[in-house]
């Protein structure tokens, strides 16, 4: 039984999942991307009606979720004359699940609560694994009654939802999250490079330290030693996964958000340093676990 009518705007790799786990719960779901190919994967799924362009999906939605890569991508969707914010009757809900910059979400939310439109910033984390799995967190921001409303649509596509504040919170969060991420696993990797250069067992030295007080998701989950974990992106040749470049967006992102409230992330801005010498280095399409190569090249 269908219980709302969703669009669903951006069936990347992320998207894609998160718009099949919709419509398995029983909801209706229009959804569309710029890439035919994406398109046409998605309309492969029962459920989900493939429209001919963005603002054909909105028609008659209850609620619009967008997943899209960057801010410049979500203020265009919306904002201006040709915008969707001006095509959506007021009432409707918007969530937008892309990891975007803090004054790019408030700036969204702002312009849709003059239309009368809810929206809410709710990027996740949980990557790939989790958004096939229905398995995501979601890190909200916006108001908490919204978030009601929005509560059954995210539980049909994940395990937990954190209320951070209001309008622009959850991106904050997001970029505090995925900083630490980056930080732990380029450290993580330096710690096994140096274990492996004494030669350590590199799988043992992971065992040890996931016991140990180095242990984090970094040496259980996504360990960045190729054999080690047999799933890791590090032992298929570091395809899959989270990409370097997507790490690298996201801690210019932390930075950025840093500079505008004079806060100190020293570390941060290291590491946005080394993902982006992994870029340089011909990894940005692979797995941001890939960073340890620019310390061994054992791994």
């Known amino acids: 039984m269908i219980t709302t009518r969703i669009a669903f705007l951006g069936l990347g790799n992320m998207g894609g999942p998160m718009a099949v786990n919709l419509a398995k719960a029983g909801h ?17 799924q029962p459920g989900v009606t493939i429209a001919p362009s963005a603002a054909a999906a909105v028609d008659g939605a209850q609620i619009v979720i967008s997943m ?35 004054a790019s979400a408030l700036k969204v939310a702002q312009a849709a609560a003059a239309r009368g439109i809810a929206m809410l910033d709710a990027p996740v984390s949980g990557g790939t694994a989790g958004a096939a799995a229905g398995t995501l967190t979601f890190i909200v921001g916006g108001e908490a009654d919204v978030l009601e409303r929005a509560r059954p649509v995210f539980q049909a596509m994940g395990k ?5 504040g209001a309008s622009s919170a959850g991106q904050v ?11 732990i696993m380029a450290v993580t990797g330096e710690a096994l490079a140096l ?12 065992q040890m330290m996931a016991v140990s ?11 960045p030693w190729p054999g080690v974990l047999e799933n890791a992106p590090a032992s298929r040749g ?7 470049d997507l790490m690298l967006k996201d801690l ?48």
Not at 160 to 164: A, D, G, L, Q, R
Not at 173 to 183: H, I, R, Y
């Open 160 to 164: 937990n939802i954190f209320h951070m």
């Open 252 to 299: 210019g992102l932390a930075v950025e958000a840093a500079m505008g409230v004079g806060a100190t992330i020293p570390l941060g801005e290291l590491a946005r340093n080394l993902y982006a010498l992994n870029k340089q280095a011909g990894r940005g399409g692979l797995d941001f676990s890939s960073v340890v190569q620019l310390v061994s090249d054992k791994a």
């Open 213 to 223: 007080t180095g242990r984090s998701w970094a040496t259980e989950v996504c360990n």
């Open 195 to 206: 274990g492996a250069a004494h030669g350590l067992d590199a799988k043992v030295l992971s």
């Open 173 to 183: 969060a997001k970029l505090c999250n995925n900083m630490a991420l980056g930080v």
């Open 238 to 244: 570091y395809t899959g996964g989270f990409g370097n």
């Open 68 to 102: 899209l890569p960057a801010s410049r991508h979500v203020e265009s969707l919306y904002l201006g004359d040709e915008g969707l914010l001006a095509k959506l009757p007021a009432g409707t809900l918007v969530i937008d699940c892309s990891t975007i910059a803090p």
């Open 28 to 44: 209706g779901v229009a959804a569309y991307d710029l890439s035919a190919e994406a398109c046409a994967k998605a309309a492969q």
